[in-house]
């Protein structure tokens, strides 16, 4: 994608995020913002001058996609949001048997073992100047903000995403990820 600027939050193991970024070689100028106590995802914007930017697109560290960024930009400023939230489907299912009770907890119908699947947050998002403008620096995760945002009734998108994404956020996502990558 073509950002001029990148900036990345950190906390911990900070010296080693620093080190690592100041050896490496980027089209882009990357500016570490450092948390000395963690502000959640919207919080970490804080930073951000909003004369910086026109939209500011924010990725949350746990996440690899090979979404189109710039595709996402241009969605975020054709449709002139306040703010814009790109969501993945997940799947799952549920291992029993799924039982429906009415009120009474009288049997309404039975369905084995369903897969549930639900759109959620892919941890990737694009801030207006107006939307980062309402972000104080105190700790603040991001669905706290889109829900503010939300209450003040700013225009909010969805992208949804169907490009590869993955949360690697856990040990066992992380751990499928790297199988995954190795077959």
């Known amino acids: 994608s073509n950002y001029k600027r990148i900036y990345v939050s950190t906390h911990y193991l900070h010296e080693k995020i620093s080190k690592f970024l100041d050896n490496r ?20 914007i804080s930073s951000i001058k909003s004369s910086n930017f026109d939209t500011l697109t924010v990725l949350n560290g746990d996440v690899l996609t090979e979404v189109d960024l710039n595709a996402l930009n ?19 299912k549920v291992p029993f048997g799924v039982v429906s009770l009415d ?5 309404k119908s039975l369905s084995e073992k369903p897969i549930q699947k639900h759109f959620v947050l892919s941890g990737i998002y694009c801030l207006s100047r107006r939307a980062r ?20 009734d700013y225009k909010i998108g969805v992208f949804p995403i169907y490009e590869y ?19």
């Open 133 to 152: 403008a309402i972000v104080k620096k105190s700790y603040l995760d991001m669905p706290d903000l889109i829900n503010y945002a939300k209450a003040l």
């Open 25 to 44: 070689k980027s089209k882009a100028e990357i500016a570490i913002i450092h948390e000395k106590k963690p502000l959640g995802t919207a919080g970490s």
């Open 103 to 107: 009120k009474k907890f009288t049997f």
């Open 74 to 92: 241009q969605f975020h400023k054709d449709k002139k949001l306040d703010l814009t939230i790109t969501v993945a489907q997940y799947s799952f």
């Open 165 to 183: 994404w993955n949360d690697v956020g856990t040990y066992e996502s992380l751990h499928f990820e790297k199988s995954r990558r190795i077959n």
